[in-house]
């Protein structure tokens, strides 16, 4: 499956790509100083290009599967469950099937409207039944039930993600994520 070209992810890998100091954090699993060095120098460009919700939203899911692809977490991105499109699950939907107390949904909204961020939560109440192991990532800090991170320029609690992912994946048993000094 194809995912079609979009300009804030070009713009984002190409950052990536051009990057001089993101392959040493990588290979040092150093994923929130990436997050960090990514939103430091990009973000402005990126909101830019699109409505901050929209932009943000792209942004966190290109880079959260930038972050899971090379990290030692298992993931499955962009599945449909259920008839029910999930953004990232850890570590897969066979998982959700049979504990749903040992996966995780993480959601990113594109919106900042607290009503379509209930409503998509709620979907994914229906095949993740484990109502703290639904995260979000938004473009501002809202008040809700579930445990979010933030990707913004100032407040960006989202650069932790990956080592709370970890935190969580160790906790149901596995400890191959002790590389990530977690």
């Given amino acids: 499956m194809q995912e079609e070209s979009n300009p804030i992810k070009d713009y984002l890998f190409e950052y ?10 990588i ?13 430091q120098n990009c973000y402005d460009q990126i909101v830019s290009m699109d409505t901050k919700d929209e932009a943000i939203g792209i ?15 298992t993931s499955q991105r962009k599945v449909n469950h259920g008839g029910i499109e ?4 850890i570590p897969d939907t066979k998982t959700l099937e049979k504990d749903s107390k040992k996966a995780l949904v993480i959601c990113i909204p594109k ?28 473009s501002e800090n809202i008040q809700t039930e579930r445990k979010s991170f933030i990707l913004d ?10 080592f709370e992912i970890a935190k969580f994946s160790n906790v149901g048993g596995s400890n191959k994520f002790k590389i990530l000094r977690v």
């Fill in 27 to 39: 290979a040092e699993k150093k994923f929130d100083k990436i997050i960090q060095e990514i939103t």
């Fill in 59 to 73: 942004l966190a899911t290109g880079l959260l599967h930038y972050l899971l692809t090379n990290s030692p977490i």
């Fill in 16 to 25: 990536i790509e051009k990057s001089k100091t993101i392959p040493g954090l």
């Fill in 111 to 138: 919106s900042s409207d607290i009503k379509i961020i209930n409503e998509k939560t709620s979907h994914l109440e229906k095949i993740q039944t484990e109502k703290e192991n639904i995260w979000l990532v938004l």
């Fill in 86 to 89: 999930l953004d990232i699950v």
């Fill in 153 to 162: 320029k100032e407040n960006n609690s989202f650069s932790k993600i990956i």
